[in-house]
């Protein structure tokens, strides 16, 4: 099993950046798809990006495409997400997932990850 931490949430402006890592701890990472999926307040979890193991695909959802990039460095077992012209809407609690089946990956969120993290609180200001 994987164990999955995330950081580099915060505090920032609207149309700011922020880079989050998911930093994976356990088996091997690199044998590991990762996405990344947020929650705001009274709205369910939605898929944001995902990438596979060999970071051959990402897949984006419409509300980051061109925005945000998903990429991973499996040397370091750590999973990064960029956002760029943040949004008063995406403010929320981002959370890393994993799994070790591509098919996962690219359901951009509509099959179960086997592996969460924590989340990390992203609040964006006006």
């Known amino acids: 099993q994987v164990q999955l931490v995330e950081s580099g949430g915060g505090l920032v402006q609207a149309g700011g950046s922020l880079r989050l890592s998911c930093a994976a701890s356990?088996?091997?990472?690199?044998?590991?798809?990762v996405a990344w999926f947020r929650q705001a307040p009274g709205k369910e979890r939605e898929f944001v990006a995902g990438?596979?193991?060999?970071?051959?695909?990402?897949y984006y959802a419409d509300s980051v495409k061109g925005r945000f990039t998903i990429s991973r460095d499996n040397a370091k077992n750590t999973a990064y997400l960029r956002m760029n012209s943040l949004k008063l809407e995406d403010t929320a609690v981002y959370y890393c997932?994993?799994?070790?089946?591509?098919?996962?990956?690219?359901?951009?969120?509509?099959?179960?990850?086997?592996?969460w993290g924590q989340g990390t609180q992203v609040t964006v200001s006006s």
């Open positions: 997932a994993a799994d070790t089946r591509d098919a996962v990956v690219s359901a951009m969120g509509r099959l179960k990850y086997a592996y």
């Open positions: 990438i596979y193991w060999s970071g051959r695909s990402t």
């Open positions: 356990g088996r091997t990472f690199s044998a590991y798809g």
